[in-house]
């Protein structure tokens, strides 16, 4: 069942992203584009979109796809090109080994069970960008859904690079002793049974059991060093924000009924069935919310 499941993930995200030319070059052409590098003696691909509109130093965004999909499934899903269009900023969909992420405890999937280095890959992809566009290094930022968003705080904990995070529908996995500090906003909704909002096993293939998602961003501004936040809360939609230390915030957003998805994402039910996701909450758009987020929010030194 496993196997075929796995068939008609990779069938459908054909159907849905046709090819592309997927040729490594050394720049970073206009629109979407792939390259390939090697990191631990494996070769691994990352999907690019660049806008036509960029600064002279431009910023970075990571989106990190949740298990079972591909960075060319997130690119043509989740919305992100058509924001970074008005945002003028490059995006990057990196692919993990098997379509997951090695994100600490042992998950997820092959790069879970196999120790795959998922932090010095994504790494390198800053790396490898950074030598082919002028960006800012002070706003490059990582996030995801599901798998992508818990790889997003395996990053937050294990590296000092990115200014900001944003998981969706995500938890904390692994240890995180000491991370450094770091802007933080954090979606889910409270009917999510694959990360459940207030802890403990999910009902997912992985099985995630992790900390209730409030213990998690209260741990997080604590780290930070924040203040309490300030909650307020419209129709569904309940916003904890914390202002922190030298222009850091931490915010959580709380979907009231909202499962296991990415906010404002359109409603494919044979994709979602497949990777495991719930219909879409229509009550924001999460690309917007986190992008908005990131870009008042870069890196203070």
């Known amino acids: 069942m496993i196997a075929m499941r796995w068939v008609l993930v990779a069938v459908l995200l054909l159907t849905l992203t046709g090819c592309r030319s997927g040729k490594p070059d050394t720049t970073v052409p206009l629109g979407q ?3 390939t590098l090697t990191v631990g003696g494996r070769t691994r691909t990352v999907h690019l979109y660049r806008p036509a509109d960029l600064p002279a130093k431009a910023p ?4 990190l796809h ?3 999909g591909s960075g060319d499934q997130a690119e043509r899903y989740y919305g992100w090109d058509a924001q970074a269009d008005a945002g003028h900023f490059l995006v990057a969909y990196p692919d993990g080994v098997d379509h997951a992420w090695a994100v600490g405890g042992g998950c997820c999937g092959t790069p879970g069970s196999t120790g795959v280095d998922d932090v010095g890959f994504l ?3 800053v790396a490898l960008l950074g030598r082919e566009v002028p960006l800012d290094p002070d706003r490059v930022y990582a996030t995801g859904i599901s798998n992508g968003g818990l790889m997003a705080y395996r990053l937050a904990c ?3 690079i990115f200014a900001a995070i944003g998981p969706d529908s995500a938890t904390l996995l692994g240890p995180c002793p000491s991370p450094a500090p770091i802007s933080v906003i954090h ?3 409270t009917a999510d049974h694959n990360i459940p909002y207030d ?3 999910g009902d997912g293939y992985a ?3 992790g900390p209730a998602v409030p213990a998690l961003v209260a741990t997080r501004r604590a780290s930070d060093g924040c203040p309490p936040p300030s909650v307020t809360s419209v129709n569904t939609v309940t916003t904890s924000l914390a202002s922190c230390p030298a222009g850091r915030a931490v915010e959580l957003v709380t979907i009231a009924g909202a499962g296991h998805q990415w906010p404002g994402s359109p409603d494919r039910p044979v994709l979602q069935r497949l990777l495991g996701t719930d219909p879409p909450s229509t009550a924001l758009d999460a690309t917007n919310v986190v992008w908005t987020f990131f870009a008042a929010h870069p890196r203070t030194r």
Not at 60 to 63: D, Q, T
């Open 199 to 201: 802890g403990g096993e």
């Open 60 to 63: 970075l965004v990571l989106f």
């Open 123 to 125: 790494s390198q992809v």
């Open 33 to 35: 584009s792939t390259q």
């Open 66 to 68: 949740g298990g079972f």
């Open 158 to 160: 294990d590296t000092t």
């Open 187 to 189: 979606l889910h909704g």
């Open 207 to 209: 099985h995630i059991n």
